[in-house]
């Protein structure tokens, strides 16, 4: 957790320009949606994740340079460079365009049950992922470091909605409103090691040879009671955030939202994660320009394509000089 980041009242003001931007331009009344499984079943039918990505407020949060400089910092955690190549670029970032959440007090739908993202049996078969795991696989896991990036701008997922395509070094939450354990939070099992007992889990001999342990193509690795029921014990809650905070979770990390919102107020971020300066990052911003010049829905995302004719969308000319080369407008 990075507090502070922005001032409280900032974030307050998002979260109020954000409600304001999906009430007039009639997000919860559009016409056969094509909703996805994140939507809620409330009596009111609004959805808890929002497939919102070209807000004024998410372009602010985004292009930040405060926020610049807490993904730097979080980037030089990792092994970035050796043997004179560096991986990616620690103090370059490239926007990923992310949604935004806010769930509504009561609220039981979300089921986002513990899960790993970044796919499931990538992890076993890509040629990237296997050489990022390779200690790991040989019986090395010891000395396998879940922070050495030489191989992870290799890696690549099956093209999927539930799986991103982009090299993100973290996946994070800028904070909008007050929100703690019973708000429907985030929940982890903060132990980056366990990414080991998930990978080895389907070698053990008591596990029959055709199941990877509830990994499915095109999914996020599900964590099972029935074959991770040691990791569960681990799943705590993340303490209370306040708005302009931050929280930062490694992409194997096992992580999912609290099943109830037991609290009274609404609980809202916006899904901001980094994704470091490579050549694979670099890849995706040639993908990610056109829908968010068109107001479509980003590439790693189902096409619902909601802002398309929304009104006060985020233009061109709301990017400052950082906002564009982050977004690969403008050369750094």
């Known amino acids: 957790m990075v507090r502070n980041v922005f001032k409280s009242s900032i974030a307050q003001g998002w979260f109020e320009k954000l409600e304001e931007y999906v009430l007039e331009n009639g997000f919860f009344t559009q016409d056969a949606p094509g909703l996805d499984r994140y939507f809620s079943n409330l009596d009111s039918g609004r959805p808890q994740i929002y497939g919102i990505y070209w807000s004024k407020p998410q372009i602010e949060a985004r292009q930040a340079p405060a926020l610049a400089d807490t993904r730097s910092f979080l980037n030089?955690?990792?092994?970035?460079?050796?043997?004179?190549?560096?991986?990616?670029?620690?103090?370059?970032?490239?926007?990923?365009?992310d949604r935004i959440r806010m769930r509504e007090p009561g609220d039981i739908s979300l089921e986002l049950s513990p899960h790993i993202d970044a796919g499931s049996v990538e992890r076993w078969i890509d040629p990237g992922y296997r050489k990022y795991y390779e200690r790991l696989f040989c019986d090395d896991w010891r000395t396998f470091d879940?922070?050495?990036?030489?191989?992870?701008?290799?890696?690549?997922?099956?093209?999927?909605?539930?799986?991103?395509?982009?090299?993100?070094?973290?996946?994070?939450?800028?904070?909008?409103?007050?929100?703690?354990?019973?708000?429907?939070?985030?929940?982890?099992?903060?132990?980056?090691?366990a990414i080991v007992f998930v990978l080895l889990c389907p070698m053990l001999e008591d596990v029959p040879e055709e199941l990877l342990c509830g990994a499915e193509p095109g999914r996020a690795q599900s964590i099972n009671r029935?074959?991770?029921?040691?990791?569960?014990?681990?799943l705590v809650?993340?303490?209370?955030?306040?708005?302009?905070?931050?929280?930062?979770?490694?992409?194997?990390?096992?992580h999912a939202v609290e099943d109830e919102h037991k609290g009274t107020e609404m609980s809202s971020v916006i899904y901001i994660g980094a994704a470091p300066w490579?050549?694979?990052?670099?890849?995706?911003?040639?993908?990610?320009?056109?829908?968010?010049?068109?107001?479509?829905?980003?590439?790693?995302?189902?096409?619902?394509?909601?802002?398309?004719?929304?009104?006060?969308?985020?233009q061109l000319e709301d990017l400052t000089p950082l906002g564009r080369r982050q977004m690969g407008f403008e050369a750094w």
């Open 226 to 234: 029935e074959w991770h029921s040691l990791l569960l014990r681990g």
């Open 76 to 97: 030089y955690l990792w092994r970035f460079k050796s043997n004179g190549s560096r991986y990616f670029d620690p103090d370059r970032e490239c926007t990923y365009a």
């Open 146 to 193: 879940p922070f050495n990036a030489v191989y992870s701008p290799e890696a690549e997922g099956i093209d999927s909605p539930a799986v991103y395509q982009a090299l993100r070094t973290w996946q994070g939450w800028t904070v909008l409103t007050s929100q703690g354990p019973g708000d429907a939070t985030l929940q982890l099992v903060s132990l980056i090691r």
């Open 278 to 314: 490579c050549e694979c990052n670099l890849q995706y911003l040639e993908r990610q320009k056109l829908p968010f010049l068109e107001g479509r829905s980003a590439p790693d995302f189902s096409a619902e394509d909601y802002e398309v004719c929304y009104k006060n969308r985020a």
């Open 237 to 254: 809650n993340i303490p209370r955030l306040e708005p302009g905070d931050t929280v930062w979770w490694h992409c194997d990390l096992i």
